[in-house]
Structure formats: structure tokens, C-alpha cells
């Protein structure tokens, strides 16, 4: 359509450079760029890319800008990355250590809040993960991008009004400073490589990520919407009066002259909304009933659960009563459609600056039904919703099956009027960002001022719609967009296709920020419907990473999209370089879903924090449970050297060292809070023992060693410091800070099964060895949330086969010694003596004392525990019958790890089928194994 004049915005502009070509204009290098866009199209090859849009030739072409946004996949990334980025250097010195900071901060911001989407992340809390992990000029990606937010962010990195903003100190030669006056990075815009599955997600980012001409494009708006206001504003007439005669002159003119009826002097106002109710039959004496007249509280501002039938007095609720229901001719479709019935009920109007509240009138209702007779003289949307699960909703309750179905007549007429004059990009960007509030999804909440209440993230219609009017909504919406206009140079390149196959070259990313979706909770092809039926290109949902059960998407279904999406991640992504995931938890099963595709995909997680709300930290999070919040997960992917090592040393001890040694470089060194320094839970030895594992199996190997060894290892090989572990030259400067912290602060462990419930138990042992009697009571009340699924490990049972009681009897362990000296009381008494000449006093305060073994002990406890848990899971793979219901995880992992040491993938399969699906989705390190037996089986 080269009559539209889409790209107006910066024509004028010249001469510009693009990709390293000049033109003398912003419309010739768009031309330019379109023509091959245009010749790349009617390439099969091309259109056959997994994920690519729903939508014509000359759709796409008139929604992209080549070649920073195109609404398909974009085959300008490779000369964009070529132009701006910097080849991947095996050479490279770069480290940092993981990150994670607020991921909601900056919800006020006008950026922010231009276009509302279904989830978003803040630019300015992206920024801070930018400006930590990147240099200007780096390439930064987004392969699940929505609005762009990381794009926005990328390029903000470059603004020192935008930087300070965040609380740092920009120096005159551009480097920032953190809050102890620290550089850390530098000022200087980065690229941002973007996608989304969905072109309207990409068309808002397009917007949010191109520099726009404010004062063109308010001015084109404006006239706009004055204009459409001039030819459609009879719509909204109403009177401000109650006279009979004033009513029926009104009709009477309506009937006469149609829409001239306005030029007639009359006591006229203007509809700032309707609200509509809807219909109910009583099931007691079939009378209609008016939800609005009978379950309203317009005192109160409420709606009441309880009322009665105002014809027979019946006890009612919402519940009982059955919708009425109207059939009707829908022209546009040329079908009867059968809807459920609403009518107007209040007016809220405005005559000169005062603003009143009506019933309809007689003269109002014939106005309605008046437009609902005439036809739209514009083009609007008529699609068919697509079969899904939120689009399910509006059609049984109202009977919604097609997209004009979402307005009101009067609001489908203005709206096509102004889409019709639309002309530029961010023209239609304004008229997206109201779509949603206009329509019949606006819901009316008596008590609530706010003009706009949809319920977000589905395509509900309530039993009381508001009608808004359109030309407030975008009036309003202008400014905001003109506030949110900050760009001066396009810098980022945009794409609509799906990340499971990207069309980005290996290792030319440098950082990778991204918010993926989160299994079922949001349906975002299905949601973005609404706007991508005036974009005209749609959203192609066949890859996309949802659980939804119309699109046959389960757990296992949303899990594989996920692995899929990371390991492109993974192959565009330089060595070496970090990936921070920012997901919401609402379900465990999900989260596991995600991290097991994260490390599937060959990601190393080293840090997995969450938002303490109330105290505004971070947490890290060890274990699944009851995590129900956002996470920042922090992954990074392991450099050239070491993958290509492992290949060769896969299963022998000297890969697991040199892992180790990898790993232990990423970690954070020292972290302090409040005066005290934390514990680095990824540094303790479980934690690495269990990303050592990780590590291993993603990769299919086996494991070389037991834990007992591994623990040994550790030991020997690396310095320990309150129970974590570092690389030598990490130590020092550990040991540097934490002379200036008082306190160490432990970590608060959920107690939810054998495993966690021991490493509670390692952590207060080694703080003090302490008696049975003194441990129980501390147990009891942190071990009541022991998992369903879980056979309950008494107190007693798990200090025998983990730990060592002191006895009395020969000299006192080193570990409970050390603890004596610390008591003032004692220190005097011991100073002359060792713990081979301990007397009989201090052998009484040491005695019946649980304490950590040492690793010789403590390999020869492991081998016990593991002869015994083999033994039950032995039991588990003779089982018959029935699933498993109770049974002890430890066995299983133990087992699983035995079975995949023997290449006995099927026997993995066989034990995982025979316990529920849910505790095995639930369980990362069983799901870790499960999974990748499957894998090895080809399944
Ligand atoms: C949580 S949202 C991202 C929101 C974004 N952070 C923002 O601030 O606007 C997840 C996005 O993933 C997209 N998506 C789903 N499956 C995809 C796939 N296979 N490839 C690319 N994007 C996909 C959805 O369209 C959705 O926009």
C-alpha cells in the first residue's frame, strides 16, 4: 500500500547513514531497504522459517521499517550485527560476577507506561544488569522482548540523565560509579538485538526502540482526531434534560434529519461514557432482570453476591440466574450471531465544564439504534478469534466470536474512522495503546474512577461495560507518548520471529537479558489478537513457549519450546559471557521446566536470587520450595577452553576440578549487607556438588566420583572459608573483608525433605556442636512443612547417618574443641591443655555433642547411608501395581545416579514411572535425570 505514507515520521531528515550505506533521506534508505525486504518475501525458503507471521506480503511490508524492524524475521540482523558488533575473541579478558537487582523498579516512568502489555520489565531495572555485565558498544539480545523494554534499556545506558537517575555518579570521561565511588562501567549506549513470536509485541517495541518526531506527531494526532471528532462526534450527543418534550424533539430529529440532528439548538451534552449491563433471566418466574437495577449498590460503590428478583422476590445470585440471550443478523460476517443481551444503563456526561450522570433516555436509545442500523463506512477488523483458551471466555459468557464483537458499534465506527487516517508508525503505536480500554473488556467498577479497568491478561467481558469515549482516550494518550519519546538515533534491531531458531549468527551476542513466558499464565498470541487484527499480521503460535491446552501444549510440550529457545540463546551468545533470566514463579513444576532447559541448553546457573519484598533484598534461593516470586536466575555460558577440555576429560576427576576451577571464578567473592557478609550458598559444597553434577549429566557424561570424594577433593584442592569454597587467589580478598563484618548471616533453609532437612542440620552443627536435646526443639517447628510425597526421616535417624556423636571417651574432635575455646569460661581452663589431654570437665561439656564429620569419617557415613538408600530404591524398582506414593527422595536420586553411572537410562524411566509426575516435575535433580534419559533413549 505505497499510498500510505507510513513513514513520514523523519523523511525530511538527510543525509543518513545506515549499515554503512548513505542516503539522502530516512525515505529513501527505507525504500531501499523494503525492496529487498520485498524480494526476500517471495522467497518460500524465507516464509518457511518456523514461527514466521500470519499475514500478507504487503501486511508485513507496511508494518516494517527495514532494516531495524521488520515484522517478520529480520534478515538484516547478520549486517547489523557485522556493522555494530565486535567479533567473539577467544582472547578476551572479561569477568564479572552474577547480578541481580528490583525487577519491578521503575514502574512510574512515562516510558513504562505508554503502552501497556500484558508483563513487563521496567527499562530502568534492566539498565542496572546492562550497565554491570556490558561496555558501550556491546550487543545485548532479547529473544522473548514484548514491548523492548531491554532495547530501551540498552540505549538509555547511553543517557547520563537516565544513568544518575538509577543513583550512580557519572565522571566527565563517562565511567560510573557505584555507592561505595567505585567505577563500574561505562556511559555509552549498547545494541539491542531484539524478537518476539508476536508482531505486535514487536511493532511496540519497534516504537519504544525509534527516535519519533514529537511535535509532528502530536500535531498529526491531533488533527486527526479532530477531525474524526468533527464527522463522528454525534455519536455521543445526549441531552441534559429531563423534559418529555425536550426528549421527543430530539427523537423526532434524529428520525428526520439522521446525524444532521445536532445542528438543532437543544440542551445537548456530551458522553464521556455508557455503561452497559447485562441481562438475566430469573429462574424462578422467567422475568428479565437488569443485573445493574437489581445487584448494584450505587450508594456503597458495590456489587452485592445476593438480591432479589424484582418481579417475584426470589432469592438470586449471579450464579443462578441464566443470561439472556438475543439472536441477530451480524451483517459484517453475513451470519445470525446469538449474544447475550446488554443494554445501557447510565450516562456519565459533560455539558460545558460540569460533569452529570443520566439514565438513558428514550432519545438515547433511539441514537443507539440508529448506529446500529447504519453501516461503517470505514474498514475495521473482522476476524474470526482464534480456538484458545482465553478467547473461550467472552464467547460462551457473551457469545464473542469475532473481533468487532469487542466494541460497541459507536466505538468500532470512530475507531475505524481514525485507523483509516492513520500515517505514521507511532501514529498507530497511539491508536494500540487504547485498543484494549475502548473496547468491551473495560469493565464498569462502580467505586473505582480510574475510566479504564479491563482485567489484564484475559479477554473477559464483565456484567457491566464501560463505554468510553474514544477521543479522551487518545487525546490523553498523546502526551504520555510524547513524554515517553527519548530516542535520538535508531540503535537496535527488531524482528518478529521465534527464538526455538533464530536468525542470528554463533557467539556475536554479549549479554543476554530476558523474560520468558511463564508456562500457562499468560496466552499471549491470544491476547495480542486484538491488536494484531488492525496491524494485520498475526502472531504464528505454532512454537509458542506456552502451556494451553487448545494448542495441545502441556509441561513436557512448554519445557521443550524452553530448551529449544536456550540453546539458540546458548549458540548466539559469546563464551564466557552471562544470561540473566528474570522469571515469575507461580508454579514449581514450571520453574523446574525452565532451569532444567536453561542448563539443558549447556548455561551454567550461578545464582539464583529472588526479591524479599518487605526488605527490599535479595534472597538466594537453594531449593524450590515455596518460592513464589520473581527470580533472577544468572547463567552464564562456559568459555571455548573449558567445553573443549571436557570433551576430552568428560568423566574423569580432572574434569571435574577443572570445572570447579571455572565455576568458582563466576561466583561472587564477597557480599555484605547491612554490616554483615553473607553466605554464598553457590559456594557451599553441596551446591557445588550439585552444579558439578548438573553440569556432567546435561552433558551426558557420567559422574567419576561420589560425594564423599568430591567433598575430600574440594577440601584438598581449594582454601575454606566459613563453609564455602574459593579459588587461591579469591581467598585473599575474602579474608580482606570479612575482618570488617561482624557477623556471617546463614542463610534460613526451608525444611521440606531428608535433603534439605541434613543441610539445616550441617549448617547449625558447624556454627556449634550441640546435644540432641538441644537440636529437637529447634527442628520441630522448621520441619513441619515436610513434603506430601516424602517419607518422614526422624531427628535421630538423620544425625546417625550423617554426622558423628561425641561419645566422651578419647581425645575431643577438633570441631568441638574449636567451639570450647570460643566460651570465655572455658578459654582460661584449656589454654594449658590439647584435645588428646582433655580433662574430665571439658570431655563433660563436649560429650553426647553432634558434630560435622571430617571427610575421611564422612566418606565412610556416606557409604553406609548409600548402601541403605540403594537397598529401599531397590524396593521401588521391584514395585508393582499402583504408583508410588510415599517414598524417600534421597533413594531415588542415589538410585538415579547409580543407574545413569551403569548407562541404565531404561531403568531411570522404569523407577520415574512408577512415582507421580508431579513430584518428579517438581524435583530439579530427579527431572534433571528423567529428562535426560530420555534423551539417551530417543524419546
Ligand atoms: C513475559 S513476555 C516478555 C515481556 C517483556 N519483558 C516486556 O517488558 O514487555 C514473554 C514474551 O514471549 C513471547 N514468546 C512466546 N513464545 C515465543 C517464542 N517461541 N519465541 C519468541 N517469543 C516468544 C510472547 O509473545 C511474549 O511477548
Redesign the pocket.
Known sequence: MESNRLFDDNANRGPVECLGLTFSNDEDRRKYFRNKLKEKLKDPEFRKIE?FPKGSDEDILNLSDPPYYTACPNPFIDDFIKHYGNPYDPEEKYSREPFAADVSEGKNDPIYNAHS?????PHKAIMRYILHYTEPGDVVF?????????GVAAQMCGNKEAVEALGNEVKKDGAILDESGKPFSKLGARYAVL????PS?TFI?YNYNTPVDAKAFESEAKKILKEVEEECGWMYYTLSSEKPEDIEKARKLLSERGKEFTKELLPWGRINYTVWSDVFSCPECGGEIIFWEVAVDKEEGKVRSEFSCPHCGASLTKKRMDRVVETKFDATIGKTVKQAKQVPVLINYSRGKKRYEKTPDEFDLALIEYIEKNEIPYWYPTYRMPEGFNTEQPKISHGFTHVHHFYTKRNLWVLSAVYSRLDSQVARLLFTSQLINVSRLNRYRPGVSFPYNPLSGTLYVGSQVSEPYVFTALLNRIKRLVDAFYLKECSGSIGA????TLQIPNLSTDYIF?????GGN?M??EL?FLWEAWLKVF?NNE????MNSVQKKGLLEYQE?MSR?FEEYYRVLKPGRWMTV?FHNSQNSVWNAIQEAIQRAGFVIADVRTLDKQQGTFKQVTSTGAVKQDLIISAYKPNGGLEDRFKLEAGTEEGVWDFLREHLKRLPVFTEKNGSSELIVERTDYLLYDRMIAFHIQRGRSIPMSASEFYKGLRERFPERDSMFFLPNQVNEYDRKRINVSELRQLSLFVTDENSAIQWLRLQLQNKPQTFQELQPQFMPISRSWAKHEKEIELKELLEDNFIKYDGEGSIPAQIWSWLQKSSKLREKMKDLTPETADISLKAEAKERWYVPDPARAQDLERLREKALLREFDEYRSHMGKKIRIFRTEAVRVGFKRLWTEKDYKGIVEVADKLSDKVIQEDPKLLMYYDNALTRLGE
Open positions: 514461527g502489555y500484558h508483563t513487563k520489565v532479547d529473544g522473548f522482548c514484548g514491548t523492548g523494554m531491554t524478537n518476539d513470536l508476536s509485541a517495541a520471529s521465534s527464538a526455538t530476558t523474560d520468558p513466558p511463564f499468560l499471549y498470541s495480542n502472531t512454537p509458542e513457549a506456552i519450546l529457545c528474570e
